[in-house]
């Protein structure tokens, strides 16, 4: 008896779930196409197509520096 209302309760909770997990994924309509601002015909590119390269790498060189000192910390920590 206890394994069958614990299936039901699991698949009624992913049932509810996958119902209202739906209109999470509604987005409104896209903005209309500016008058002639810019210089520009059709909408602008997201970010106004900025490069996201360098920003990356540092992002990228921030992680690696945090996961040493973290090692380091931790190998030190053992040391004592």
Do not use: C
Request: no cysteine; charged share 10%; hydrophobic share 40%.
């Amino acid at each position: 008896m206890k394994k069958t209302v614990k299936i039901l309760s699991v698949t009624l909770m992913l049932a509810l779930f996958a119902g209202f997990s739906t209109s999470v994924f509604a987005q409104g309509p896209p903005p209309p196409p500016p008058s002639g601002g810019h210089g520009q015909t059709t909408n602008q590119p997201a970010g106004g197509g900025a490069p996201i390269g360098s920003a990356v790498t540092l992002m990228l060189g921030l992680f690696a520096a945090y996961g040493a000192k973290k090692a380091w910390d931790a190998r030190h920590k053992l040391d004592e």
